[in-house]
């Protein structure tokens, strides 16, 4: 069977798995990055769902499936959320760390290491999450096309990962990994990186069409994300399920 495995990604962040819940450590960005993403993706489903803008708990009785979890820096918040949430990562490492960190903190997460395409779930789910993922699997469309199989139709997918641009190579490469050293050098290969209309391309043939696409900048004066209509770095789509 064919995989969207990359097993020098898998190793790479294995061994930055132990410091997925430091705030000051390797994955310092992803937490800085993390309330612009829930923000966004929250209020979509609100908008999809049509759900009490101030309902608390409003993801009861939601399905979600978070692919590529790592230490679960998305699975907790969402479960807090009152999400039946299915965090998937294909490093053992890392999956042991999201169990571990759960139990502290008292959430009911099913953590499983596996890969999409080999995922055995009865069920189909009502959200999917692909956050900084496809830029580090082996076989894009193999990836998508598993994903959009394990999507409820009317189902939302969120993939948000790096535009393969100059100015993304300047920011992303160049700049966070050899000048603020924000992230280990060789995290990311500009090479695998993918332009919004080939992902939407490969989204629309696995009939998930685009709902909204928006870009994420950062402010370094102010040291926060905010989302943006430039797509040339960080950007995400939503897309729903026909």
Not at 20 to 29: C, E, H, I, T
Request: proline content about 3%; glycine content about 4%; charged content about 25%.
């Amino acid at each position: 069977m064919s995989s969207t495995i990359n097993k020098e990604e898998i190793q790479k962040f294995s061994r930055l798995a132990d410091e997925w819940w430091d705030l000051n450590g390797k994955f310092k960005p992803l937490h800085m990055f993390n309330p612009i993403r829930i923000e966004y993706i929250t209020e979509k489903i609100k908008n999809h769902y049509r759900i009490d803008k101030n309902k608390t708990n409003f993801l009861n009785g939601f399905d979600v499936l978070d692919i590529g979890c790592g230490g679960g820096l998305i699975s907790e918040p969402l479960t807090r959320l009152g999400a039946n949430l299915t965090g998937i990562d294909a490093s053992e490492k890392n999956i042991n760390v999201a169990k571990l960190h759960s139990k502290k903190n008292n959430l009911k997460i099913n953590y499983l290491n596996t890969s999409p395409e080999k995922l055995k779930s009865e069920k189909k789910f009502d959200i999917i999450l692909n956050l900084e993922i496809v830029e580090h699997v082996e076989d894009v469309n193999l990836y998508i096309e598993s994903c959009a199989k394990l999507l409820k139709n009317n189902g939302l997918m969120f993939t948000a990962t790096l535009n393969r641009s100059f100015t993304s190579y300047i920011k992303a490469i160049i700049g966070a990994e050899y000048i603020l050293r924000w992230l280990p050098i060789g995290t990311h290969d500009w090479n695998k990186f993918i332009k919004p209309e080939e992902l939407e391309k490969i989204l629309t043939k696995n009939k998930c069409n685009t709902v909204d696409i928006a870009g994420f900048q950062f402010n370094p004066i102010l040291k926060r994300w905010r989302r943006s209509k430039d797509l040339s770095v960080n950007y995400i789509i939503c897309s729903l399920k026909n």
